[in-house]
């Protein structure tokens, strides 16, 4: 009886932690390379965070007309501000694999992506 006891026990173990020992954990090289990758990103977003200002504007101008003269240098010092804070928390916190698994804190990644024009999705067009 304690045989069968001690080997159902043995296998409830084995079924409850069976998944999670089969999951293959990520190489030690690759882990240094995202921290060093949102280091990184991290340091380029504090440096750049100033040319969030003009991108904004022009950004902003392009999209709105004339009233984007006035919108946009608004966006821009509060992007500024905002890619800044955002540099520096992922320079400090660039060992917690946070947010995702490294991924960026905000979209774009990066102060030089993200100047296209938008596409208008709501116009149809009839041949």
């Given at each position: 009886m304690k045989k069968v006891l001690l080997l159902s026990a043995f296998f409830c173990v084995f079924a409850?932690?069976?998944p999670s020992l089969a999951s293959a954990e990520q190489q030690p090289e690759m882990i240094a390379e995202k921290m060093a990758i949102?280091?990184?990103r991290g340091i380029t977003n504090t440096v750049t965070s100033v040319v969030e200002f003009p991108k904004q504007t022009i950004i902003t101008t392009r999209d709105m007309g004339p009233v984007g003269i006035v919108i946009?240098?608004?966006k821009g010092i509060g992007m500024t501000l905002y890619r800044g804070v955002i540099g520096a928390v992922e320079t400090v916190f660039c060992m917690v694999p946070q947010p995702?698994?490294?991924?960026?804190?905000?979209?774009?990644e990066y102060v030089w992506q993200g100047w296209a024009p938008k596409r208008d999705t709501t116009k149809v067009?009839?041949?």
């Open positions: 409850i932690l069976g949102k280091f990184v946009g240098p608004i995702g698994y490294y991924d960026p804190m905000m979209d774009p067009v009839v041949e």
